[in-house]
């Protein structure tokens, strides 16, 4: 490709670019004369141009959008039509561009005919309005001019005229007169074509022009500084700059090793003159870094475009406010934040603003807005986009966690808001009812966030229920020079980004900053809080826990994302800027570390990864309790819950001396209520709880609560229903596994497991549970599986899925928990291998029925026994799951009958294998 | 940091027939002499500061840096299954370029260039441990002495490829 053609690429681009902005600006002020001549001089070069480079496709589409614009210019009313098709030419100008580019200078074969027809119609329309209103026009003219008269005293008030300058109303008519445009004057060959029709004029516009562009220029909002820069920049090859940079990241490395070898010898008499070079470098690099400095502003100059396109689309009308253009970060950053940030603009448009209907009801303006502004603070730049609307519905978002099993009910009521609204950054979250064009695929904030992350940057939202949300993004300057806190643990060094550390804490075992064990884990008060603590070593798994040094060292305190930690160090020493280079092929897997430099002393460091050590944080986290979000997504195939595991079990007294036990994921939480509290009411025991009755339910028939004082309960919780099993004595947690070893014929008991060394009677919440609601299985679905054989148990409620392993193992069997089909299809794909499946019928995305007839379709588990878990049981419903090839199909209620069943199939199952 | 740039180490005698010569420089790993192609050797260094790095594989002795490039070091007795070095003993370093990273093959000790004729390299013998045959060339039978031709792709790949996986 010619270096012409390349250069007229190059300019083209940045040119279409300004005139979507501008038509877009224009459309909203159809009267404001710049931007139009600023828009009809950019089409004029490019038609131009492309004439001269011979590019009749380019040119016919460009001349027929001007000539349309003209009629604009003219006085012809702007209408929505008219910009929609002026923005489609330009759209298609920019296509056969990205054609010509990838084809090196050959135009693509094709027609525009549609396009250029459309615009000739409306042009040829535009004057036939024009001529059948002749008085409307002169009406609309004299408005135009009373408006241009109104600007102009506004330009002209700034300072008087100067002996020999035109005013500005005469060059305008001057230029109405000539019939002639502005030109670039680097667009020469457009002149001869108009100089006929010119004549003089030209040469006095021209004349005028030189003098008078400039004071004009402030009046015209924006466009005018670019051009005034345009004389005095060259246009570098990109990778010019990055090698540029890495030299000069070398020589900052070599000026660091020099000053570290003078810092050795005392007087030296290199002393002076490296200073002198330490400083120079130092402003070489800056300067440097300049050159990789652009606006922010490049990247949202298609944002006004697209919020333009998402309004008519959306059939919401949307303002979107740009502030902080100017703000610069590094080109390589500024890349990386340009997808996010539209999808987040996108977000905004479609969720986060309401239908004009809901936003004029609720007291707002019809419009609503998107604000997006970008400001430097110490070091980072911070940008937010900001909308008016409805705000993020708390309510809806806890619901999809829980669906979605990212968090139990329990977890929620302890959250605060900010933390539940975290969760749409979470993978698949997406609260949109309603899967638009525009956005709700639930890929949306997670994609956004990683990007976000992967760059260094953290990103943080708030949101006020009917006023509106805002997102805030963080990110570095720059990529290529990370500040660091650089410590030692286990005898080697390591730098830490300095972004992600809150604060250090100095360990000392006497005072209030002292190290604390919470099952094995260290961790750390710290102010209110408890900070989970993590050793280094042990991360870097160099050392065991065992020989951690208590006494001494240094807690860095570390926050990514949402998630706070502390790293104990050995020792902390100093913070140094550093050039990241990039780890060698043979490490890059290790995600502890993000990459390695060279320290002032000539060695070479590793720089920790803070996201590798919070998911490293968050998968010992899963290893207890519940699993986080984080860890959700990594194990999605691993979704099952082994059964085997050590779970947290509630250790309590109630009725006898004998310990009993219930999984602890199973209460919602313990409670104590004053006696008095609890009414008797249709012959049962309640109390009031949040609002609501609560029902009381005693293990033992006929027991009865404490006549005085306060009566500790357990309060089982489950899609707003509650129910409180009154104890005697809440007695410990206790981790362990829950083998039950001896099966209980009596109602109300699972069997008896040895926890703490003790026989405890496991519970059965499943018998309790109706005793409050004879109903409560109806509502959700329960799941079972039975003997010594292995069964897939698949459910979408983990309240069930938590309730019915214990049941089904109680039952004899090996039981493998799945909370979806898919992941449950997931398995036996990998190889797993099922006796028999037990499945939920009612599931989102899969439902039982469709999962079974897709099984039964795969010759491989085509002789499978699946059975049908429902709490709706009706001759219909068992005929519907017949057809689906379910062997059975049994009320979620009936656990004696789904045992018999499984037995049933298993049974016959080994009939059909021998 | 002492380093020498191998190719001044050329005499003059060894240039000739290159079509069917190799120039292997020699090194000592436990006893054992090692061949490498000299086209793809770029230095010899002492290494010195070498950076552990937690977590990595266990041939990786660590970073270290070499006039401002950052060279992986790979411990070459422990990626043949061989004891680890006498403390005292001193060690050298191969320096080699990979898809366009630094690696430094940790040695006992360099050796010095030898010109063989390509026809005289033998096939590994088939009762090779293993572990040697993965990354060995073939067997040139020099007087008194073998020496293994080190294939630093397929060392280098051995090391990189599994971890990609």
Redesign the interface.
């Known amino acids: 490709m010619d270096d012409l053609l390349r250069e007229f690429l190059t300019e083209t681009n940045e040119s279409l670019d300004v005139v979507d902005v501008e038509l877009v600006k224009f459309e909203q002020e159809p009267n404001n004369a710049t931007i139009l001549n600023n828009i009809f001089r950019l089409v004029h070069t490019i038609k131009g141009t492309c004439g001269f480079l011979g590019l009749p496709r380019l040119e016919a589409i460009a001349h027929a959008a001007e000539t349309l614009m003209g009629k604009f210019r003219d006085g012809v009313p702007v209408t929505h039509e008219a910009v929609t098709l002026v923005l489609a030419s330009i759209d298609r100008i920019k296509d056969i561009l990205a054609d010509l580019e990838a084809a090196n200078g050959t135009e693509p074969e094709g027609t525009d005919r549609d396009l250029i027809d459309e615009l000739e119609r409306l042009s040829i329309s535009a004057d036939n309005d024009d001529m059948s209103a002749e008085m409307a026009t002169a009406m609309a003219e004299e408005k135009a001019a009373e408006e241009e008269v109104g600007t102009d005293i506004y330009q002209v008030l700034e300072r008087p005229l100067r002996p020999g300058e035109v005013s500005l109303d005469d060059l305008e008519r001057a230029f109405q007169e000539a019939e002639v445009e502005i030109e670039l004057p680097a667009v020469e060959e457009e002149t001869e074509e108009d100089s006929e029709a010119a004549g003089a004029a030209v040469a006095e516009a021209k004349a005028s022009q030189k003098k008078v562009v400039r004071p004009m220029n402030p009046g015209s909002k924006g466009t005018a500084p670019s051009q005034g820069v345009s004389n005095q920049s060259i246009r570098v090859n990109v990778e010019t700059l990055e090698h540029l940079m890495t030299m000069v990241s ?1 020589l900052v ?2 000026r660091n090793q020099l000053l570290e070898i003078v810092r050795r010898h005392e007087d030296s008499e290199f002393k002076v003159p490296l200073q002198r070079l330490s400083n120079v470098t130092g402003e070489l690099q800056e300067g440097v870094m300049k050159t990789r400095m652009q606006p922010i502003g490049n990247a949202w100059q298609k944002l006004p475009r697209i919020v333009r396109d998402l309004s008519q689309e959306l059939d919401k009308p949307i303002g979107l406010e740009m502030i902080g253009a100017e703000t610069e970060l590094d080109r390589q950053v500024l890349e990386l934040i340009k997808d996010p940030l539209t999808h987040m603009i996108r977000n905004s448009a479609d969720h986060g603003l309401e239908e004009p209907a809901e936003r004029v009801a609720a007291g707002k303006p019809e419009k609503g807005n998107i604000t997006l502004s970008a400001y430097h603070e110490g070091g980072h730049i911070i940008i937010e986009v900001k909308d008016d609307g409805r705000g993020l519905n708390l309510e809806k978002i806890k619901e999809k966690a829980l669906k979605n099993g990212v968090a139990t009910e329990a977890e929620l009521e302890k959250m605060a808001d900010q933390q539940i609204y975290k969760f749409i950054f979470a993978a698949g979250f997406s609260t949109a009812t309603n899967v638009t064009s525009v956005s709700g695929r639930g890929v949306g904030m997670d994609v956004v966030r990683n990007n976000v992350e992967l760059i260094g940057g953290s990103i943080d939202l708030r949101s006020t229920q009917g006023r509106g949300s805002s997102f805030i993004i963080k990110i570095p300057l720059t990529l290529a020079i990370v500040s660091t806190l650089i410590v030692e643990a ?1 005898g ?2 390591y730098a830490i980004p300095q972004l992600s550390v809150v604060e250090l804490v100095r360990v000392q075992s006497n005072s209030d900053h002292r190290i604390e064990r919470l099952k094995d884990r260290p961790v750390l008060r710290l102010r209110s809080k408890l900070l989970p603590l993590v050793h280094m070593s042990e991360l ?3 050392t065991d826990e065992a020989d951690l040094d208590e006494d001494n060292g240094f807690i860095v305190v570390m926050q990514v994302g949402s998630q706070s930690f502390g790293v104990v160090v050995d020792g902390v020493f100093h913070t140094e800027e550093i050039v990241v ?1 990039p780890m ?7 995600n ?2 993000s990459g ?3 320290l002032g002393d ?5 720089i920790i990864d803070p996201n590798g050590v919070a998911s490293a944080m968050a998968s010992y986290a899963s290893g207890t309790l519940n699993d986080t979000v984080e860890d959700e997504r990594d194990n999605e195939d691993t979704h099952v819950a082994d059964a085997d595991a050590p779970i947290s079990l509630l250790l309590f007294r109630a009725g006898s001396e004998e310990p009993k036990a219930v999984p602890l994921s199973l209460v919602t939480r313990l409670e104590e209520f004053d006696v008095n509290k609890i009414e008797r009411s249709n012959g049962r025991d309640l109390v009031q709880y949040r609002g609501s009755l609560m029902p009381l339910v005693y293990v033992n028939e006929g027991d009865h609560h404490k006549s005085e004082g306060t009566q500790p309960m357990l309060v089982f919780s489950d899609n707003g229903r509650s129910m409180g099993l009154v104890v005697d004595q809440i007695v410990d947690i206790v981790e362990d596994r829950m083998n039950i070893e001896v099966v209980s014929e009596r109602q109300g008991v699972l069997g008896s497991a040895i926890i703490r060394e003790r026989a405890t009677e496991v519970i059965d919440l499943g018998y309790y549970l109706p005793l409050a609601y004879d109903d409560w299985f109806m509502r959700k679905e329960i799941n079972a599986t039975t003997k010594v054989r292995k069964l897939l148990f698949i459910d979408d409620s983990a309240f069930f899925r938590n309730m019915l392993t214990p049941v089904l193992k109680a039952a004899g069997y090996d039981v493998t928990v799945c909370s979806s089909a898919q992941s449950g299809y997931g398995l036996m794909e990998k190889g797993t291998e099922f006796s028999a499946i037990v499945t939920d019928i009612e599931m989102p995305e899969i439902s039982g029925y469709e999962f079974c007839e897709s099984l039964r379709r795969d010759t491989r588990f085509h002789h499978m026994p699946i059975i049908a878990l429902s709490a709706v049981v009706t001759p219909a419903s068992i005929e519907k799951g017949r057809q689906a090839g379910f062997d059975d199909y049994v009320a979620k209620f009936d656990r004696p009958g789904l045992l018999a069943a499984l037995k049933d199939v298993l049974t016959n199952e080994f009939g059909v294998a021998a | 940091m002492t380093a020498h740039r191998i190719t001044s180490v050329d005499s003059d005698d060894n240039r000739q027939g290159s079509a069917d010569h190799i120039q292997y420089v020699t090194v000592v790993i436990g006893n054992q002499l090692f061949g490498l192609p000299i086209s793809q050797v770029h230095d010899v260094f002492v290494p010195e500061k070498v950076t552990q790095v937690p977590l990595a594989p266990p041939e990786v002795a660590g970073v270290l840096n070499l006039r401002g490039r950052i060279v992986t070091a790979i411990n070459m007795r422990r990626k043949l299954h061989l004891k680890p070095n006498d403390v005292d003993q001193g060690m050298m370093a191969v320096g080699i370029e990979y898809k366009g990273e630094s690696y430094g093959l940790v040695i006992d000790a360099v050796g010095e260039v030898l010109n063989l004729p390509r026809k005289e390299m033998e096939a590994n013998p088939s009762n090779l441990d293993f572990r040697w045959a993965e990354i060995s060339g073939g067997v040139h039978r020099l007087e008194g002495q073998l020496m293994v031709v080190l294939d630093v792709d397929r060392l280098l790949s051995s090391l990189i490829e599994p971890k990609a996986a």
């Not at chain 1, 000539?602 to 590793?606: A, E, K, N, R």
């Open positions: 070398e490395l070599t286990g080697n060094r870097l798994g160099q280079k060698s092929s043979m490490l890059r897997n290790i502890m570390f390695n430099t060279i000539g060695s070479v460091i590793m």
